[in-house]
């Protein structure tokens, strides 16, 4: 397998203008979760979807925030509109959530400027 | 609420000497996952271990050994004879089980970036 896939890997864009970020997660995990990486914050955990359901969003910064997994094999996260502060790397991580199983497995991440 | 404490900023050591990076967690739960993952230059976060609340035994792999304290509530992980390779930043995680499978919901430590010196 390939692991996850992230596109872009880089992305610069003006501030006010729409991002949208992908995710492939590792075939047959039915868990996704989104992150965000900066030096003020750290790692935070944004959502995460189980059988492509939003569980947990509540690390959601603002509405401008959205994620969504139409299927088992994709999802977005995307920000409209967007603003320096929203400057991070993104990073989606899949997990089978087996019992023993070896955690989440993330992908490259996508780092994001916003001008 | 969950909380995730790594003291030590950054960690300077010289090639083969053995370094230890200290995690202390805080939670409610009876039941919880620890982890350990790396984060090399390159960005990827790479993961090296999980534990299990119920499991105090520590464990060892090659280079690498993890010792689980729970009446400090500590998860230290050590590099025996550290390797310039080994330089990146580490970060220990804690989960909040959701449901029976846990390893959902991590809290991550602040990180310890770890420089090897050749």
């Known amino acids: 397998d390939a692991g996850v896939i992230q596109s872009p890997r880089h992305e610069v864009t003006e501030m006010g203008q729409e991002v949208t970020l992908r995710c492939k997660p590792i075939?047959?995990?039915?868990?996704l979760f989104w992150y965000r990486q900066t030096m003020m914050r750290g790692l935070e955990l944004l959502i995460y979807?189980?059988?492509?359901?939003?569980?947990?969003d509540s690390g959601m910064p603002e509405d401008r925030f959205s994620a969504k997994m139409p299927n088992a094999s994709f999802s977005t996260l995307k920000i409209q509109p967007s603003e320096p502060r929203d400057s991070a790397v993104y990073f989606c991580?899949?997990?089978?959530?087996?019992?023993?199983?070896?955690?989440?497995?993330f992908g490259p991440g996508t780092r994001l400027t916003v001008l | 609420a969950q909380k995730v404490t790594q003291a030590q900023t950054e960690i300077s050591v010289v090639e083969k000497e053995d370094v230890t990076l200290d995690c202390v967690y805080e939670t409610r739960d009876t039941t919880y996952y620890l982890f350990w993952y790396k984060q090399p230059p390159s960005g990827e976060l790479v993961f090296l271990i999980r534990r299990n609340s119920f499991d105090e035994q520590n464990e060892i792999s090659g280079r690498y050994s993890w010792n689980f304290q729970k009446s400090t509530s500590s998860f230290n992980f050590t590099i025996t004879a550290s390797q310039v390779v080994d330089s990146a930043v580490y970060f220990c995680?804690?989960?909040?089980?959701?449901?029976?499978?846990?390893?959902?919901?991590?809290?991550f430590g602040t990180g310890t970036r770890l420089t090897i010196i050749p």
């Open positions: 979807f189980n059988n492509n359901v939003p569980i947990d």
């Open positions: 075939s047959g995990h039915d868990y």
């Open positions: 991580a899949s997990s089978s959530g087996l019992a023993g199983g070896p955690g989440q497995f």
């Open positions: 995680a804690l989960s909040e089980p959701v449901s029976n499978f846990g390893n959902e919901k991590l809290t």
